[in-house]
Nanobody, 114 residues
């Protein structure tokens, strides 16, 4: 069983930055395919970014050039650096892991508002 715990969400003004973290349990984290998804009220969950075990990354169109996903296998942690935040980035952000099965964290709320 893989457990994922997100942190780093909060309230930020438009144009600001936040860094989300997702700590994963398990001794084979380096093999996990990791991702960040988000869900705004009334919307479907959508891909934000993902990263392979080898470090290749992929981004949703709405965040390209503003968000960066990274991972630290020594710390069993994946990060999402979010810059130039917009009100439409407001959502609950979920960490996900895939290794045989899919695992989800409980989410962390990001609110972008002045």
């Amino acid at each position: 069983q893989v457990q994922l715990v997100e942190s780093g969400g909060g309230l930020v003004q438009p144009g600001g930055s936040l860094r989300l973290s997702c700590a994963a349990s398990g001794s084979i984290f380096s093999r996990f395919f990791m991702g960040w998804y988000r869900q705004a009220p009334g919307n479907q969950r959508e891909l934000v970014a993902n990263i392979t075990s080898g470090g290749s990354t992929n981004y949703g169109d709405s965040v390209k050039g503003r968000f960066t996903i990274s991972r630290d296998n020594a710390k069993n942690t994946v990060y999402l650096q979010m810059n130039s935040l917009k009100p439409e980035d407001t959502a609950v952000y979920y960490c996900a892991a895939a290794y045989g099965m899919n695992y989800w964290g409980k989410g962390t709320l990001v609110t972008v508002s002045s």
